[in-house]
């Protein structure tokens, strides 16, 4: 292993980590978006 390959895989994987986070919160906040929506179809079916 050369010197910087431990440093580029941290990088990597924090990385990675945080692409994941991001993708929870983006599913998420689609997912809280379609609240209202849903709401008002639900008060209207009764």
């Known amino acids: 292993m050369y010197s910087g390959e431990l440093e580029v895989q941290a990088k990597r994987k924090a990385i990675a980590v945080l692409q994941d986070e991001i993708n ?3 599913n998420a906040s689609r997912e809280l ?3 209202p929506e849903m709401m008002m179809k639900k008060d209207k079916t009764g």
Do not use: A, C, P, T
Request: hydrophobic residues 50%; glycine residues 0%; without cysteine.
């Open 24 to 26: 929870r919160i983006l």
């Open 33 to 35: 978006s379609q609240l």
